[in-house]
């Protein structure tokens, strides 16, 4: 189990030859200026919202893996009329996967491409390898993020913590101590000059005040997840 951080709020999770894509903002993305971009073949994309930031290559990888893409019912439409296989969902259920499981979850932010609506924007809780993931997509703190934990009990938690779009520092520690989970890696952030922070005074923030560590990830990092098995 192999989490790879692509930049800005771009994941992708490696396991027995499956990788489930978040976000993939590639072409175009600062955090990867100068990089090579990997290459990826997606078993399945997972979409918070539709800004170009987050929708990225989706398109692209779709299309030429045949990777269906998650989302919420209107951009997954969109997507659909435009000959990718996508998967027009909502927020609630499960959405089995040959991997494991996704499920879209709230957030609180817009969708929109082109200045077309999108539907509703949406975090995403999924289980991979046997551990469970939140990525919060662009969103503000906000206190049901404590049933998103209740319910699914995410080990590793994504969060944005770059400000002026989504959380800040003091939002994004709050949504930790709701979230409580094992590890958060913080994401979009320093990637445009609006949402420059300082990641190192958010782990501070963090280990002072939880059970929380803090992962930081520079762009194409990867991190081989190992976590003690949860309590039943
Ligand atoms: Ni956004
Ligand atoms: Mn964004």
């Known amino acids: 189990m192999q989490v790879q951080f692509l930049g800005h709020s771009a994941l992708a999770l490696h396991h027995e030859g499956h990788t489930v894509l978040l976000d993939p903002f590639l072409s175009g993305n600062p955090a990867l200026q100068g990089r090579a971009i990997p290459a990826l073949k997606p078993t399945t994309i997972l979409l918070t919202h539709a800004h170009a930031d987050h929708l990225g290559d989706t398109e692209a990888l779709s299309k030429q893996h045949r990777a269906p ?90 969060l944005p913590i770059g400000g002026h779009f989504t959380m800040d520092l003091q939002e994004a520690l709050k949504a930790v101590e709701l979230i409580r989970p094992d590890v958060v890696v913080p994401i979009h952030y320093d990637t445009f000059p609006p949402i420059r922070t300082d990641a190192e005074e958010f782990r501070r923030q963090v280990e002072a005040h939880t059970f929380t560590r803090v992962r930081i990830m520079k762009a194409l990092d990867t991190w081989e997840v190992e976590l003690p098995a949860r309590q039943a």
Request: net charge negative; hydrophobic share 45%.
């Open 69 to 158: 893409v998650i989302a919420t019912y209107e951009l997954g439409v969109w997507l659909e009329k435009r000959g990718c296989p996508a998967i027009p969902a909502n927020m609630g259920g499960r959405i089995q996967q040959p991997w494991g499981w996704a499920r879209l979850v709230p957030a609180f932010h817009s969708s929109s491409c082109e200045g077309e609506y999108m539907g509703m924007p949406c975090g995403v809780v999924f289980e991979v390898g046997g551990v469970t993931f939140y990525h919060a997509g662009d969103t503000c703190v906000f206190s049901d993020m404590a049933l998103i934990a209740e319910l699914n009990r995410p080990q590793v938690a994504f």
